[in-house]
């Protein structure tokens, strides 16, 4: 079969998903299968994982009728690609051991002429006898030789993005492999090349892009999508209330109506991912973020028959 390309979600396996993120994933599905693309899951567990998260979220997905096309990939049985990468920069000398400590680096972004999360370079150019004598005290992270100062990527929904990208962290000093370098490696290696994710990585997407174009992988087609606030403006969490699925089970709503409510939110019509699919146009989103207000959203009730049956009514002005 001819490699039609494919789209993803890439949940941490760290909780339950909220009706933000499965609403991501709903929109990963739409642009993926309104472009002809595969849909594959991958799950992001090289950190912050939560015993059975990853079961749960994989439930929450298939519940709302999202599947992956492919056996669902997991980062922690990829080290071997992430390091043969590592290797790869290692080799070209685009990567340095970095001695600083988060309050090192804090301290030199405050500085004067330093930029908030911008690593300066402090730990660029130490001699290789330095680096002997500082290993004796710390176990260093790997960081990119950056060549550049910020790199732009093109994203269907926010346009034109340049972003800084600094001497980003490539693995931590601990060992894990950090999510930049996992992402870029993933994404090139299961043929990704659209990626719809929540709009807080949008300023990700540059120093992505730039990595994958040192190591000589195609740069995806980008589209970051609004992401679900609380009422005062802050990001949804799971503290603002029944926001997931197995909350909003406990009030009565099933994950057909939640669904209906996801896609409500959207302008697109409920039913299923596929009644969606037959209306769904990019350049309709809206461009504004979800406000969720679970109390007026999803508003409990004692069961089926009370809560309003009008996806209008589920909705927040
Ligand atoms: N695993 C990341 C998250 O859950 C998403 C990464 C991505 O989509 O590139 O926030």
Known sequence: MADTGAGRFAPSPS??????????????????????????????????????????????????????????????????????????????????????????????????????????????????????????????????????DSWTVEDLLAGRITAPVDDVVLRRNDGVIAYNLAVVVDDADQGIDQVVRGEDLLESAPRQAYLASLLGLPIPTYAHVPLAVASGGRRLAKRDGAVTLEDLALQGWSPAEVLETILASLGLPGGSPDSALAVFDPGRLPRHPWVVDPAVLFPAAAGPACKPSAPTDKVHP
Not at 52 to 58: D, K, N
Not at 70 to 77: F, T
């Open 15 to 148: 909780g339950r998903l909220h009706v933000g993120n499965l609403r991501t994933a709903v929109l990963a599905w739409l642009f993926a299968r309104s472009t002809g693309r595969r849909f594959l899951i991958r799950v992001e567990d090289l950190d912050r994982v939560r015993a059975g998260a990853e079961a749960e979220q994989l439930a929450e997905l298939a519940a709302l009728g999202l599947a992956s096309d492919e056996p669902v990939l997991r980062q922690s049985g990829r080290l071997d690609r992430y390091t043969s990468a590592l290797e790869q920069l290692i080799a070209r000398d685009l990567a340095y051991e970095c001695f600083c400590t988060r309050r090192d680096v804090a301290e030199a972004a405050s500085a004067p002429h330093g930029r908030p999360g911008f690593y300066p370079g402090t730990c660029r150019a130490l001699s290789e006898d330095e680096r002997a004598r500082r290993r004796l005290g710390r176990r260093p992270a790997l960081r990119l030789r950056s060549a550049v």
